[in-house]
């Protein structure tokens, strides 16, 4: 079949009513190719089909009048009508907004308000009451905050969107990203969504180079497995910013931890108890998840950042002796 031989079908389906469809946002840069634009749509659920959209672009030779901007776009269009919407110079007035992974919902908050969803108070008491989707609200537990729940992503919304419109799309985010074959992986190792999302969390605020993220939950997959401290400073930091006045002085993740912050008497400090934190201590993205999900096998049990690089990465050992060397030799610049 030839890319255009289903366009008259396309143009019959464009004039079907779309009220009831859903939305998702697109930001179309400057210096897209029509075939990379054609597939994003295509990934988006926009369109059926990429290759059709760049063969119709091509036809009515438009390449370059596709105009770059945010839109938002129905699932399930008509590539006629797809394309219709991005040459159109006037586009309909919307809020963007980018979440960063590994920030807490406290971040959110104030990065929400500058993005024009409201106050930083609203947007902290919509998610006191909204509803997580099915698949995480039975692992969900009673008292829990969506700590780790709002999936950090690019949203783009209508002009007036509300905090609660914000989130209850950031949980469907996560509920279509973290997805049953990503579910399913992590409860072959025995955790389930909760659990996934705390290790998660845990696993983002330690890895800086990506390539690590699989290596790392490895690593605490196996001090799990021997029922040993995780030993993560960003819990501890988590823990110290619950303490009164710590988060004007030192923000939301004290850089410098003091000895006296190690010992800090707090179910999220992996440093003084064995096993998972009761919940998140921030936002993971889906590489962390994928890691959790599918963690490196190795036998490392221990790593540090290698100061002397500088660039994040760590270096990873089996034995004590090993760590306590590598500590030696990279853990100072």
């Given at each position: 079949m030839?890319?255009?031989?289903?366009?008259?079908?396309?143009?019959?389906?464009s004039?079907?009513?779309?009220?009831d469809?859903?939305?998702?946002?697109?930001?179309?840069?400057?210096?897209?190719?029509?075939?990379?634009?054609?597939?994003?749509?295509?990934?988006?659920?926009?369109?059926?089909?990429?290759?059709?959209?760049?063969?119709?672009?091509?036809?009515?030779?438009?390449?370059h009048?596709?105009s770059?901007g945010?839109?938002?776009?129905?699932?399930?269009?008509s590539?006629?009508?797809v394309?219709t919407?991005?040459?159109?110079?006037?586009?309909?007035?919307?809020?963007?907004?980018?979440?960063?992974?590994?920030i807490r919902?406290?971040?959110?908050?104030?990065?929400?308000?500058?993005?024009?969803?409201?106050s930083r108070?609203?947007?902290?008491?919509a998610?006191?009451?909204?509803?997580l989707?099915?698949?995480?609200?039975?692992?969900?537990?009673?008292?829990?905050?969506?700590q780790?729940?709002?999936f950090?992503?690019?949203?783009?919304?209508p002009?007036g969107?509300?905090?609660?419109?914000?989130?209850?799309?950031?949980?469907?985010?996560?509920?279509?990203?973290?997805?049953?074959?990503?579910?399913a992986?992590?409860?072959s190792?025995?955790?389930?969504?909760?659990?996934?999302?705390t290790l998660?969390?845990?696993?983002?605020?330690?890895?800086?180079?990506?390539s690590?993220r699989?290596?790392?939950?490895?690593?605490?997959?196996?001090?799990?497995?021997?029922?040993?401290m995780?030993?993560a400073?960003?819990t501890?930091?988590?823990?110290?910013?619950?303490?009164?006045t710590?988060?004007?002085?030192?923000?939301?993740?004290?850089?410098?931890?003091?000895?006296?912050?190690?010992?800090?008497?707090?179910?999220?400090?992996?440093?003084?108890f064995?096993?998972?934190?009761?919940a998140?201590?921030a936002?993971?993205?889906?590489?962390?998840?994928?890691?959790?999900a599918?963690?490196?096998?190795?036998?490392?049990?221990?790593?540090?950042?290698d100061a002397?690089?500088?660039?994040g990465?760590?270096?990873?050992?089996v034995?004590?002796?090993?760590?306590?060397?590598?500590?030696?030799?990279?853990?100072?610049?």
């Amino acid at each position: 079949m030839t890319p255009g031989s289903q366009l008259g079908d396309d143009l019959v389906k464009s004039v079907e009513p779309a009220a009831d469809r859903e939305q998702v946002g697109y930001t179309l840069p400057d210096g897209r190719s029509a075939g990379d634009i054609g597939a994003d749509l295509e990934r988006l659920g926009v369109i059926d089909s990429g290759v059709q959209f760049e063969f119709l672009v091509s036809l009515m030779g438009i390449q370059h009048q596709l105009s770059t901007g945010d839109y938002l776009l129905k699932k399930n269009s008509s590539i006629v009508s797809v394309v219709t919407e991005l040459t159109v110079q006037e586009q309909v007035p919307v809020l963007k907004v980018t979440f960063p992974e590994g920030i807490r919902i406290e971040e959110m908050a104030l990065i929400a308000e500058t993005a024009g969803f409201g106050s930083r108070e609203s947007f902290l008491a919509a998610t006191k009451t909204a509803e997580l989707p099915p698949a995480f609200a039975a692992a969900f537990p009673a008292g829990a905050t969506l700590q780790g729940y709002l999936f950090p992503d690019t949203y783009i919304m209508p002009v007036g969107s509300t905090p609660e419109d914000l989130i209850a799309y950031m949980l469907r985010t996560l509920d279509l990203r973290f997805s049953p074959e990503l579910r399913a992986a992590a409860e072959s190792r025995g955790l389930d969504t909760h659990e996934a999302l705390t290790l998660a969390s845990i696993v983002e605020r330690e890895a800086v180079v990506a390539s690590e993220r699989p290596r790392i939950a490895g690593v605490f997959y196996n001090r799990l497995a021997a029922g040993d401290m995780l030993g993560a400073d960003p819990t501890v930091q988590y823990a110290v910013s619950l303490v009164a006045t710590s988060v004007e002085t030192f923000g939301y993740w004290k850089k410098e931890l003091t000895l006296e912050d190690l010992e800090i008497d707090s179910p999220y400090n992996t440093r003084k108890f064995p096993g998972l934190p009761p919940a998140p201590i921030a936002n993971p993205g889906l590489a962390s998840i994928e890691a959790v999900a599918n963690p490196e096998q190795t036998d490392f049990y221990y790593f540090v950042a290698d100061a002397k690089v500088g660039d994040g990465s760590h270096v990873f050992a089996v034995t004590l002796g090993e760590h306590e060397r590598n500590i030696q030799l990279y853990g100072a610049p």
